[in-house]
């Protein structure tokens, strides 16, 4: 596990940036309702936070974010970090790297750095606490640690977001394996964990990973994260998944704005959707994923779901996007297809719009099926 933090990987920087312009959208959003506030803190907590930076000298999650702190005078007031790692080697080598950081003491509150287990009495500890609008990011090693009651306890208060890394390799096969029961059960509950050994015998390994993801998904949902978005991470040949990175809120905007920031991230995109994904292959074989047509798939998905409806653009959006690869560009995109082909009306239309536009007030109205 030492050598892991001796040079980044194209896989470790894509997660670092995700989680690193979430939080800065994130908290740009959050800042403007916490100052009506008494209370106007808002915080960062990452339960497994690594020694800071790699060896090549590629900045961890830890220090872009507070980088983004320091060179922001709102985040500079308002946020509150929490630092955590088990290995106390880590934590030492991280408080340094942190106090190294120029302009760290202009933050007003000083950023803290743990060295506890994360296990049940963390979780109890959260489970009794209040939080103020907070970014948890959940990434262990493997998998020890990751549990439902977890998630639960760090998403149960206003404005609080989770971001955790899921070890699709070391779950897959930790679920037919006895000894490591204990562990799946706290991930995916006992009964659902129960029903999904069963559920995956004989399956493939694209239907076996299609299961465990959307069962993982569909417990999380019932705790009441809502809005549940994985981002997918293959191995550099792009022949099978090594981890996933997956986002949960329980708030429409949250979710609106790490699909942006995912598909920034996404290593390819057919008719500009995106994959979210990350590949290091995608790179060099990009012309073989130019085979579906995902976009003419939206055309026919929207005439089906608003039959005989008026609506604008974005109640089109919030109705049909979520669960869904689709960004607010590709129905707009779609949606002047359609007018263009006299498959919708729009009002206005386009001739008293600006060229190549579809705003969000434009009313759709479809045609009856």
Avoid at 161 to 169: A, E, L, M, Q, S
Avoid at 175 to 189: I, K, R, Y
Avoid at 332 to 339: R, S, W, Y
Avoid at 341 to 356: E, H, L, Q, S, T
Wanted: with cysteine; proline share 5%.
């Amino acid at each position: 596990m030492s050598s892991f933090f001796d040079q980044s990987t194209d896989q470790s920087r894509v997660k670092a940036a995700i989680v690193a312009n979430y939080f800065w959208a994130w908290a740009k959003v959050i800042i403007s309702v916490a100052k009506k506030g008494r209370d106007r803190r808002i915080a960062y907590i990452d339960l497994f936070a690594g020694p800071g930076p790699y060896t090549d000298g590629t900045l961890s999650t830890p220090l872009l974010i507070l980088e983004r702190a320091i060179a922001d005078p709102d985040l500079r007031e308002m946020l509150v970090t929490v630092f955590n790692d088990c290995n106390s080697d880590h934590s030492r080598t991280l408080e340094t790297a942190i106090a190294a950081l120029p302009g760290i003491g202009t933050l007003r509150y000083k950023p803290r750095v743990q060295n506890y287990e994360v296990g049940d009495d963390i979780v109890k500890q959260f489970e009794q606490m209040s939080f103020v609008p907070t970014l948890f990011f959940v990434d262990p090693w493997g998998y020890k640690g990751l549990s439902l009651r977890l998630i639960d306890s760090v998403l149960k208060d206003w404005g609080c977001d989770c971001i955790f890394f899921f070890n699709y390799n070391r779950i897959n096969m930790g679920l037919p394996n006895d000894a490591v029961d204990e562990h799946m059960d706290c991930l995916f509950g006992k009964e659902r964990a129960d029903a999904l050994r069963e559920s995956l015998k004989g399956l493939v390994p694209a239907e076996r990973e299609t299961a465990i993801v959307e069962e993982l998904s569909q417990a999380i949902r019932d705790l009441g994260g809502k809005y549940v978005l994985p981002f997918c991470f293959l191995n550099d040949q792009g022949t099978r998944t090594s981890h996933y990175l997956i986002f949960v809120s329980k708030h429409i905007r949250g979710y609106e704005i790490m699909k942006e920031v995912m598909a920034k991230q996404s290593s390819k995109a057919d008719q500009q959707v995106p994959s979210f994904s990350y590949c290091p292959a995608d790179r060099k074989y990009k012309l073989l994923f130019e085979l579906t047509r995902p976009l003419d798939d939206l055309q026919e998905m929207l005439l089906d779901a608003f039959a005989g409806r008026s609506l604008t653009m974005r109640q089109v959006f919030d109705a049909h996007h979520v669960g869904r690869p689709f960004l607010a560009k590709n129905y707009k995109a779609v949606l002047a297809q359609l007018e263009l082909a006299g498959k919708i009306v729009a009002d206005p239309p386009a001739a008293k719009r600006r060229p190549g536009t579809f705003g969000d007030s434009v009313r759709v109205t479809f045609p009856a099926r």
